[in-house]
T-cell receptor, first 109, second 120 residues
Framework: GQNIDQPTEMTATEGAIVQINCTYQ??????LFWYQQHAGEAPTFLSY????GLEEKGRFSSFLSRSKGYSYLLLKELQMKDSASYLC??????????FGTGTRLQVTL | DAGVIQSPRHEVTEMGQEVTLRCKPI?????LFWYRQTMMRGLELLIYFNNNVPIDDSGMPEDRFSAKMPNASFSTLKIQPSEPRDSAVYFC??????????????????FGPGTRLLVL
């Protein structure tokens, strides 16, 4: 089976840094995805990790440790528009993603 | 690029009625996915196709749900008869599975805007 855990909610201040953690227990591994979903909208792709380490893309970075079954998404220089849900998703095969329930991030002034 | 197109965007129907949701994937993508999202259960995969062939339908809740992909540019998800507990947002997504065997690196999936279904 597959189990993905991430915090339900987080709050952070504009300009700060926030780290959203995700742990997974699965059979099979073809990568770990992070998606952003604004309220009332579709999920959009943020990042993909298949090897251990940090992938940096602008203000967003994602880290993976396969041995620990652990990933995090790091958001720097937070902006109000970053208020959204962040979904961690595990690829058991190349095509099949299992999503966590998402972390709702609220950025405050 | 038009992205993934879904119709209708909103659907309100009465219990017992048939509901058909439509999806046009991104041109050139060979994988198509149907998801359902609710507050309680989050985003759940219902079924996915690769090269128009259903690969995994283990997420389809029951026989009332069916999905087809008659060609590379069109798919439908049908609920018959619909029930109030089917109320949710239904997303279609498409991707490009490079190996054809499901064993390569995870493919990025691109989501459509979703259909918001309310069954009364």
């Amino acid at each position: 089976g597959q189990n993905i855990d991430q915090p339900t909610e987080m709050t952070a201040t504009e300009g700060a840094i926030v780290q959203i953690n995700c742990t997974y227990q699965t059979s099979g591994f073809n990568g770990l995805f992070w998606y952003q979903q604004h309220a009332g909208e579709a999920p959009t792709f943020l990042s993909y990790n298949v090897l251990d380490g940090l992938e940096e893309k602008g203000r967003f970075s994602s880290f993976l440790s396969r041995s620990k079954g652990y990933s995090y998404l790091l958001l720097k220089e937070l902006q109000m528009k970053d208020s959204a849900s962040y979904l961690c998703a595990h690829a058991g095969t190349a095509s099949k993603l299992t999503f966590g329930t998402g972390t709702r991030l609220q950025v405050t002034l | 690029d038009a992205g993934v197109i879904q119709s209708p965007r909103h659907e309100v129907t009465e219990m017992g009625q048939e509901v058909t949701l439509r999806c046009k994937p991104i041109s050139g993508h060979n994988s198509l996915f149907w998801y359902r999202q609710t507050m309680m259960r989050g985003l759940e995969l219902l079924i996915y196709f690769n090269n128009n062939v259903p690969i995994d339908d283990s997420g389809m809740p029951e026989d009332r749900f069916s999905a087809k992909m008659p060609n590379a540019s069109f798919s439908t998800l049908k609920i018959q008869p619909s029930e109030p507990r089917d109320s949710a947002v239904y997303f279609c997504a498409s991707g490009e599975e490079k190996t054809g065997m499901g064993q390569g690196p995870g493919e990025t999936q691109y989501f459509g805007p979703g259909t918001r279904l309310l069954v009364l």
